[in-house]
């Protein structure tokens, strides 16, 4: 079962959490259809994050002056505004640039209750092999506006980003991102087209929409009636079933190089999720991270360094 640090739940208490429980489960047996449209809305919204310890602000303090250096882009797209921040390489990194002196495009994209800042380890030393790097704020998320986010949302934004600031070469991703990213690559929704990459880096990264939003209803104690009206709430957006927002279903048909990263006690996301991903995609390396959990791992020296090593080649 996936933590409820997926769904946004982790930052209120556990007395509110079986409150909430409480309250929809009632009012399944009551009205259905209105308790799964409320749960749909409650899956969506994000929470502010609870105090950080002092060393969690330290490392955000340092991530801001990082961005400090880049140049932060507010983008409109239709749920708001969309924050990417660029970061060109120097002139002597350019010189490691592709063989057609071509400067190429690295997206960052964060997790769940996560914003760019925390993506920080991976700017510098993919900046240093000539790239350019963006990373983004989805939507709800960081300096990016709204308290919504979704699929279809988030794959809106990422295209907004593509036609402000141009093509994307690779993308990098972190948690939840990983879904955001595939979806958006495989072209899954109708509304989108794909976004052409050569190369993904999954980070802990779920497979399974579907199991997601089932651990969710069962964590909120929906009856079968609501539970299928959350579920109807994800075709209406995205004119797709839930089930179809598989990470390594989408990938599986497409001919990107995929790196796959996960820590086997990572307590968020399982990681038979990353096995499951790699398993359905042929060109897919699966790279275990002991004793990385699901949030230590994009700070880790040998994950940034295999990230690196991974894109450059």
Known sequence: MFNIELTGLMTLSKAIVALIRFAFGTASRIAPELTGRAAFRLFCTTFEPRK????????????????????????????????????????????????????????????????????????EPLLAEGFRVISIDLPGHGESSGRTFHLPLAVSALHAVQSELGEVDMILSHSLGGAVAATAIAGTLPAHSEIAVKKLVLISSPDSMLKIFDD????????????????????????????????????????????????????????????????????????????????????????VNACVEFLKV
């Open 216 to 303: 969710f209803a069962n964590m909120v104690g929906l009856n079968e009636s609501a539970r299928t009206t959350l579920h109807s709430r994800v075709t209406e957006l995205s004119g797709k079933t839930t089930d179809a927002f598989n990470t390594g279903l989408q990938l599986a048909s497409l001919s990107n190089e995929l790196l796959v990263i996960h820590a086997p006690d990572d307590k968020e996301v399982p990681f038979s999720e990353a096995e499951s991903i790699a398993r359905q995609n042929p060109r897919a390396t699966l790279l275990p991270v002991p004793g990385l959990g699901h949030r230590r791992i994009i700070a880790a020296d040998n994950v």
């Open 52 to 123: 950080k310890s002092a060393q969690h602000e330290k490392r955000l303090q340092s991530a801001r002056n990082l961005f400090k250096r880049g140049k932060a882009h507010a983008i409109s797209y239709r749920g708001g505004s969309i924050i990417a921040f660029e970061f060109m390489p120097t002139e002597a990194d350019k010189r490691t640039s592709t063989a057609e002196n071509k400067t190429e495009t690295i997206w960052l994209v964060h997790g769940w209750q996560s914003q760019s800042l925390l993506m920080n380890h991976f700017v």
